[in-house]
């Protein structure tokens, strides 16, 4: 039986209003997002390329990082724990970081890794190329225990970890295990923005958030239409994670949220809120980042499942990677 959320708008909003009294912890893989943009008026003769003339060149934290950047725009306290490179991008990542009220503390800056960065061109507003420079490698075991141990350390006066899991070698098994371990310890929510090779690796989470392309990925099943199908693969998602919960993102669909209870209700579809959708890209950060700081302030998974909700809705209709305030997201519930 599929149950149809019934909160009040004022329960919603009272819920935001404790965002600021709150700290995240962030583990997670950061990145550094760079453009390169310009303007486009003939091909060059070396090859069948554009020729693009730069216009103006910025920057902003990816990965863990745009989560991060979430949290903070609502007003919480935020930690992050990662490696970057000892090179100017990890320096300008960490700087971005810092200049957004983020505590960058247990960052690891490793000069034999590369700091994650995308670098896109975009000449006449169309990207034209994007080239990545990273270190992918399993981390290193005097890295991994730097960040074992500061997981146990800042767990204590934290109120909910979020796992940002983009592949790129942070979040190892054992660190996994470890801010896991610390959640349970400190009886705090942990929720995950899964990696699909990962996906089996979160077992007893809170909260996992993955879209519909990664569930049928990561659970190595071929993608079936119909509403039966989703509900099975939920099912199975839970099961097999022994999560408590699971929240799919569907896009245009809204979103679908899954309760590991035994009653019939512990099945709920929250429609979208999106008026118009510009760019879809950082909406999963916005997810895991709202998601996390209402269950943080003691929100029901369905309260903060809807939260989360009208947050997507209002960053979708945004260009770019983009994060929702406090006075907008109140707006949208009211």
Request: aromatic content about 4%; glycine content about 8%.
């Amino acid at each position: 039986m599929e149950n149809t959320p019934q909160v009040s708008a004022r329960r919603l909003r009272e819920l935001v209003d404790r965002f600021a009294s709150k700290r995240i912890l962030v583990c997670g893989d950061l990145m550094l997002d760079h453009y390169i943009r310009g303007r486009v008026s003939r091909i060059s003769p070396e090859a069948p390329v554009p020729i693009v003339q730069v216009r103006s060149e910025d920057h902003v934290p990816g990965g863990a990082g745009n989560v991060c950047m979430n949290v903070a725009a609502l007003g919480a306290s935020v930690s992050v724990l990662s490696v970057v490179g000892a090179e100017g991008a990890g320096e300008t990542l960490l700087a971005d970081l810092h200049h957004r009220g983020v505590d960058t503390s247990a960052v690891v800056q490793d000069p034999e890794r590369q700091t994650s960065q995308k670098v896109r061109v975009i000449g006449e507003h169309q990207q034209l190329l994007r080239y990545d420079r990273e270190t992918t490698d399993t981390l290193p075991r005097r890295l991994e225990a730097r960040l074992v141990e500061s997981v146990a350390a800042l767990a204590p006066r934290c109120h909910a970890i979020i796992i940002s899991d983009y592949g790129k070698g942070v979040v190892t098994p054992r660190l996994l295990a470890a801010a896991i371990r610390a959640a349970r310890k400190r009886r705090i929510p942990i929720t995950v923005d899964p990696k699909i090779e990962h996906f089996k690796r979160y077992k007893g989470v809170d909260c996992i958030t993955p879209n519909m392309a990664e569930d049928w990925a990561g659970m190595r099943l071929m993608p079936q239409d119909g509403e039966d199908a989703v509900r099975e693969l939920g099912w199975k998602i839970l099961k097999t994670l022994r999560a408590h919960s699971v929240l799919i993102t569907r896009g245009e669909k809204g979103m679908t949220l899954f309760e590991n209870s035994n009653v019939p209700s512990s099945l709920t579809h929250i429609p979208t809120q999106a008026k118009e959708v510009f760019d879809v890209t950082g909406a999963g950060d916005t997810v895991v980042s709202v998601l996390s700081l209402a269950l943080a302030c003691g929100a029901t998974k369905r309260q903060a499942a809807m939260i989360a909700n009208y947050a997507a809705g209002i960053v979708v209709g945004k260009l770019g990677t983009a994060t929702v305030g406090v006075p907008e997201l109140k707006a949208a519930l009211a």
